[in-house]
């Protein structure tokens, strides 16, 4: 898999789906998006496997946006998962969460996250949050090789 510039948002609520991708566009953040929409199928996207099989050269994302309370396979598993595995460990995953519960955020960083956010409420909140995700995370930041 290769660098390229985009976005896995690991996300089970299509409320919350189509408020981050309006949220990108007004945002005037133009990145590919790529969303799954529980555990299992974010685990499939890196290994190309399930719906994203098709997909051979499909690029490690910039970016993960990963839910905690997810289907299947909870965010904090998914997150556990990505950080044991060499090839994907480097990925940076923010958490993109209702919860602002302590247990949660302390597990989170202790599984490796990069970041934790609590989702805002409002489109303005969150088209404002997500450009300071994407300039920080998609623009500035340096990739590891």
């Given at each position: 898999m290769e660098?390229?510039?985009n976005i896995l948002l690991v996300e089970d609520d299509e409320n919350d789906v189509v408020l981050v991708q309006r949220?990108?566009?007004?945002?005037?953040?133009?990145?590919?998006i790529v969303v799954?929409?529980?555990?299992?199928?974010a685990v499939d996207?890196?290994?190309?496997?399930?719906?994203?099989?098709?997909?051979?050269l499909q690029a490690l994302p910039t970016v993960v946006l990963l839910d905690l309370r997810l289907p299947k396979r909870s965010g904090l598993e998914v997150l556990e998962w990505l950080k044991n595995h060499e090839r994907f460990a480097r990925v940076p995953v923010?958490?993109?969460t209702n919860s602002a519960e302590d247990r949660d955020v302390e597990q989170a960083y202790a599984l490796g996250a990069n970041s934790y956010l609590k989702k805002p409420y409002t489109l303005a909140a969150t088209t404002a949050l997500l450009k300071t995700v994407s300039a920080y995370?998609?623009?500035?930041?340096?990739r590891a090789p």
């Open positions: 660098a390229s510039r949220a990108l566009r007004k945002g005037g953040i133009d990145v590919p799954a929409h529980d555990g299992d199928e996207y890196f290994l190309n496997a399930g719906q994203h099989a098709h997909d051979a923010v958490v993109f995370w998609i623009d500035h930041n340096v």
